[in-house]
DNA sequence: CACTATGTAGACCGATCTGTCTATCTCGGG
DNA sequence: CCCGAGATAGACAGATCGGTCTACATAGTG
């Protein structure tokens, strides 16, 4: 089975992501995301049976693409302290990434602040934000004890998502690094 | 002189107030927000020009209803520490105001994610955020060397939009009062 | 070859959006 | 008492929205 498998699906869903992010879920129409995707709008609904669907994929792909993010960074890392600031790296390639077409910050907090307060989708991106506080805990239970670990996480988790809201309103990452060192410093006094 | 003046504006601003932070700026519609303010279409467009200007009173009004909760939170502190923890008491007494009907973050934040990377609008974010570090910094040089002054006012800016934004996604206050107590045994071992 | 998957172009639908306009009403001040 | 400012309800316009439908093209597989 050599199938090269639906492009369509993939065009639209990386088309999608660009004007999600860069104009915002609900400022972005249909007819802008299959123009961008140079596609028919019946391939959208023959892959999507929604733009709700395509947002809650949208969403998903951006959680995955973090945890890649993170993962890269990982594989140079020998020391919990090193994993630690690898969360703040992987913040910064996002950034980085996005900062030549408009850094607007972090997309799923982006994405979250159009979702009314009920919404099952703010709850993902809270379980998002609460996997990236627990990694940074799995590390530093082994630098503390669990208690200072607890308190701790929640200070860099403070840390990462204050710099990265400053640095998306100010369009320039300076901020992420920034949060990087006090991290480092605060880290290393463990 | 005995004008009451026009309290139409001043029903459509705080209906749009509640509408836009509650559901979004984009997802509120003109006619929910004379629905909501009990007025007709034209009394809007005779008090703005446009939804744009009304959103733009919007934020201006956020900006200065947090200034409002800062400045009454001022009136009963003596020392620098206690006028640096006041800036967290604001966050979390506009965080308890918007408990009750939906909690979403911040206003300001969350109105900035619809707005494209160059608008104007965002340049305002940036600087109302910019003020609030800036009042940080103020209390601190009091406590503290210009330098470290500026890296702690940086440093508690970061535990303030940090807090926010989990607070946010959770739906509950409980995150800003822990930064609250970092941010006071930060200050105190200065 | 023929079959089936998938994709394309674009007309079309009903709903909703921002914004305009008109005609009427209410009420405080000279 | 009367006038004018501001408020009202609601019809209306033009654009855009998400989503459906049809008819046709293309390409890989048996």
């Known amino acids: 089975m050599t199938t090269i498998r639906t492009p369509a699906r993939d065009k639209l869903l990386s088309a999608a992501s660009r004007l999600f992010y860069d104009h915002g879920i609900s400022a972005t129409g249909i007819d802008a995301i299959i123009a961008e995707a140079g596609v028919a709008k019946m391939s959208l609904y023959n892959n999507f049976s929604s733009k709700d669907e395509l947002v809650s994929t949208y969403i998903q792909a951006r959680h995955e693409e973090w945890l890649q993010l993170y993962a890269i960074r990982l594989e140079r890392c020998e020391t919990p302290v090193d994993r630690i600031l690898a969360v703040f790296d992987a913040y910064i390639d996002h950034a980085e990434f996005a900062y030549d077409h408009g850094f607007r910050g ?71 690094h920034h949060a990087r060192s006090l991290a480092e410093s605060l880290v290393k006094t463990l």
């Open 106 to 176: 972090c997309g799923l907090l982006n994405a979250a602040a159009e979702l009314p307060a009920g919404a099952p989708g703010r709850a993902t991106m809270a379980r998002h934000k609460a996997q990236v506080e627990g990694i940074l805990r799995d590390e530093l239970v082994q630098l503390t004890s669990p208690d200072c670990a607890d308190v701790t996480a929640e200070h860099l988790s403070f840390l990462l998502e204050g710099a990265m809201s400053r640095a998306g309103l100010e369009g320039q990452p300076d901020r992420l």
